[in-house]
């Protein structure tokens, strides 16, 4: 059983993390709510080496980061250095682009994460997928997560479950968290809950509905390492304030 470190997504404010002097205020208030961790996504045109030595100063791992597909296909070498620098083994993408949304595009991804997750290997690094709802879409009566999940190597293909996304696609997250138990660095914590007229939300961790004492307890018994609180949409509220509100209500659930 592992006690997973619970870490920020800066997607969750990534309209300040365009220059560098914005992320060094961002990365100050980061560490003053009490998060000893983070993960890189969102940024703008930044000096990653400037970015870690920030985080030093502030007492940050970065414990992931999220890039494009295209950047691991093409410029494995240089991400990898780049990872280096930000001394992070946790690489992972947001998504792919629309033509690997099929079966054929399942098998066509993990052809291609092959070389990409032998090349991380070599350098101590890892390869997570994060997913959204869509990817519960069922093909062949099997959903296309379910199906790059079976048909991959723990070794190749870490999963990044979003607790929010899989709620949304009509999936259990705690459920999903067992199911890929051993083969999940990180994780997305993300509330869902439902307005008067029905309108799906993001949601500060517990404000919503979902089940966090099940999902808690399937990320200590699955091995997580990090546990990133995202907001995908605050709703015009500041964005620091739900990051702060999240993880207040974590501690009280007894992470930190």
């Not at 414990?63 to 494009?68: A, L, P």
Request: proline share 4%; hydrophobic share 35%; charged share 25%.
């Amino acid at each position: 059983m592992t006690e997973p470190i619970v870490g920020a997504q800066l997607y969750t404010v990534r309209q300040f993390t365009k220059t560098i002097e914005a992320v060094r205020e961002t990365l100050d208030k980061v560490a003053k709510i009490g998060y000893q961790s983070v993960q890189i996504s969102g940024f703008g045109p930044v000096d990653m080496a400037e970015v870690a030595r920030i985080c030093q100063d502030n007492g940050l791992a970065v414990g992931s980061t999220h890039t494009n597909w295209n950047r691991f296909t093409d410029s494995l070498d240089e991400l990898i250095e780049e990872h280096k620098v930000l001394n992070c083994k946790h690489p992972a993408i947001g998504g792919l682009p629309g033509e690997y949304r099929t079966a054929e595009g399942a098998k066509r991804f993990l052809e291609e994460l092959e070389p990409v997750a032998a090349g991380l290997a070599k350098a101590d690094m890892d390869f997570s997928y994060h997913n959204h709802n869509h990817e519960l879409a069922r093909i062949n009566g099997e959903t296309w997560l379910e199906s790059v999940r079976r048909q991959s190597s723990p070794d190749v293909l870490k999963m990044e479950i979003d607790t929010y996304w899989i709620q949304a696609g009509g999936g259990d997250p705690a459920e999903w968290l067992r199911r890929c138990a051993g083969r999940e660095p990180v994780v997305h914590f993300k509330d869902m809950c439902v307005t008067p007229e029905r309108v799906q939300r993001f949601a500060e961790i517990g404000e919503g509905n979902l089940n966090w004492p099940a999902i808690i307890d399937a990320c200590r018994n699955g091995g997580v390492e990090y546990a990133m609180i995202e907001q995908d949409d605050c709703y015009g509220g500041d964005p620091f304030k739900s990051l702060e509100i999240s993880y207040r209500n974590l501690v009280e659930m007894g992470l930190r």
